[in-house]
């Protein structure tokens, strides 16, 4: 089945403890990214990937950080979180950049203590 | 810059009404536009797109129709179920390459039987 995984589903944490949020794809997709989710907000992006080894920030990129190594995963890294960090956070990927269709991970939600 | 403005929910409606959800972008060039739908614990799904002016998407019964002249992609579906209570995100492409998407900020819906 083509889908998008992400783990965990759930994380409480607490300041400055630094964690990793997983994302794979098994539909050899090009671009990835990774959006955060707040009310009043909708989503926004973090951090996009255009290929392996190629990556960009989005809109609210500071105290995180990616990497890409494989084609099919793309992780989220917060080295010290905080808690305005608190979010929903979706993985999405998409076969090339400029194709239509994204698909989403069924997202993480964090909560810094 | 390039933004999307979408009306406030919740919208609550009963089940067989019919459903409006206003969507209004501001753009440079000529966006790809696109609704997304969330159900409760999942992450977002494509429910119908329009790449060009003119341009009707349609899938489940929701319909939404690309007009550059007002600058609207408004939802609409003419018998709601209780089934398609979920939070609807309406977005844009931003051109071409990034692949990125800027989103609304969400309206929720739900249906009563």
């Not at chain 1, 979010?87 to 950049?97: G, I, Q």
């Not at chain 2, 019919?18 to 494509?46: D, H, K, M, R």
Request: proline share 5%; net charge positive.
């Amino acid at each position: 089945e083509a889908q998008v995984t992400q783990n965990p589903r759930y994380l409480i944490t607490v300041t400055g403890k630094k964690l990793t949020v997983t994302c794979s794809q098994n539909m050899n997709h090009e671009y990835m990214s990774w959006y955060r989710q707040d009310p009043g907000l909708g989503l926004r992006q973090i951090y996009y990937s255009m290929n392996v080894e190629v990556t960009d920030k989005g809109d609210v990129p500071e105290g995180y950080k990616v990497s890409r190594k494989e084609k099919r995963n793309f992780p989220l890294i917060l080295e010290s979180p905080s808690p305005n960090q608190t979010s929903l956070y979706f993985c999405a990927s998409s076969l090339k950049p400029g194709t239509d269709t994204q698909y989403f991970g069924p997202g993480t939600r964090l909560t810094v203590l | 810059g390039n933004s999307v403005t979408q009306m406030e929910g919740p919208v609550t409606l009963s089940e067989e009404a019919f459903l409006t959800i206003n969507c209004t972008y501001t753009a440079t060039g000529y966006p790809s536009l696109f609704w997304y739908v969330q159900y409760p614990g999942e992450g977002l799904q494509l429910l119908l797109k329009a790449t060009k002016a003119d341009d009707k998407g349609s899938n489940k019964g929701f319909e939404a129709t690309y007009r550059k002249e007002t600058t609207s992609f408004h939802l609409e579906k003419g018998s709601v179920q209780v089934s398609d209570s979920a939070v609807y995100f309406c977005a844009l492409r931003k051109g071409q390459g990034t692949d990125k998407l800027i989103f609304g900020t969400g309206t929720r819906l739900q249906v009563f039987p």
